[in-house]
């Protein structure tokens, strides 16, 4: 299956530094030297739209703005990227959110991918007024994603659980297409949840053999249903030239974070109960020897950042045999990001992208050759949006 490639909009910030917050952390954690602007954001987007990314994720939680408005009003200023909306089933009914993407897909055209974040940390959900323990929110997700399903599907709903209520639901108008449903979790309550519901299984960038294993439980889950998951990876991205250009990078990124950030990170993530996050941590055990962990696979963000926290580093070559690596194990959507946004969309882009093309892995969403067909070196002039902000 030919590959799909996804870029990633920082609407908490960003910035030529690794920009620390992100899943377990506090609210006001994240930031940058350039603000999440709607003009900054809206760059990052019409780049990805002309590099060849399909879609762009967009976080979602109290240190980063609201998912649906920011990238509802990005459908403005671009015309073919789908935007994949990080939403949490607990945070609205059931029917509005399956009236809310009904009306998002109509008024884009069809350009809405969601991805359900159960939520992995307790202290964070209560902020938001839900006190519900980990277990018991993944069972209210499944049911969650019973009642959109049957909704998109025209039917007249009445659900009475343990934890969604509804009754005579019904939407007026149908959502065309239905939105293709990203779903991510590492723990034991999420599996059968994710097989159920979703269509893409997500997972965060861990060595292949470690994603091999997660993969082949998943398989073995989705087999028993009766049912067929596509799979996708969340990485961060540092490709240059050569590789000396991109570890190069990453150790100037790694100078750049102070120790007691460090710290203060990792002493936050501690209390976190998402599984995926506990292995994340383990990648590096907070230590900055040894970040390395497989081949081009670099665990230095984790240390100031909740979530996804490794980078495929090297060459467009490197990088590209890497992404091949992960394929082969039956990885077909690749999520991306990396510091700042605009300017490694480019280095991927048009570096990594045409080596996939010419080995017959990916294609333009657009059916035309806009990349170059070369690598390229990217001018890194600061986008005007950022120009008169603080650093």
Known sequence: MALTFHWFLPTYG???????????????????ARPATLAYLGQIARTAEQLGFEGALT???????????????????????????????????????????????RLSQGRLLLNVVTGGESHEQRAYGDFL???????????????????????TVTHDGPHVRVEQAKLG????????????????????VAVAHSDVYLTWGEPPAQVAEKLAWIRSLAADAGRELRFG??????????????????????DGIPEADIKAVQAGLARSESEGQRRMIALHGGSRDGLEIAPNLWAGVGLVRGGAGTALVGSHTEIADRIAE??????????????????????????VLPILRGRGLWSHPAGEPRVASTPAAVPFAVPAAATSSPH
């Open 59 to 105: 976080p979602t939680g109290a240190w980063c703005e609201d998912a649906w408005l920011a990238t509802a009003m990005l459908t403005e200023v671009t015309e073919r990227l789908k935007f994949l909306v990080a939403f949490r089933p607990g945070m609205m009914s059931p029917t509005l959110a399956a009236q809310m993407a009904s009306t998002y897909q």
């Open 14 to 32: 960003d910035s030529r530094d690794i920009v620390g917050g992100g899943h377990g952390l506090a609210a006001g954690t994240a930031g940058g």
């Open 173 to 192: 108008r149908l959502p065309d297409p239905v939105p293709q449903i990203y779903f991510g979790g590492s723990s034991k309550a999420a599996g059968p």
């Open 233 to 254: 990876i969340r990485l961060h991205v540092v490709a240059r030239d050569t590789s000396e250009q991109a570890w190069a990078q990453a150790q100037r990124l790694l």
């Open 326 to 351: 992960y394929h082969a194990l039956g990885i077909t959507e690749f999520i991306l990001s990396g510091h700042p946004h605009v300017e490694e969309a480019y280095w991927f882009g048009e570096g």
């Open 133 to 155: 323990d980990k277990d018991a929110r993944y069972a209210r997700t499944d049911e969650f994603l019973q009642v959109v399903r049957a909704l998109w599907r025209g039917e």
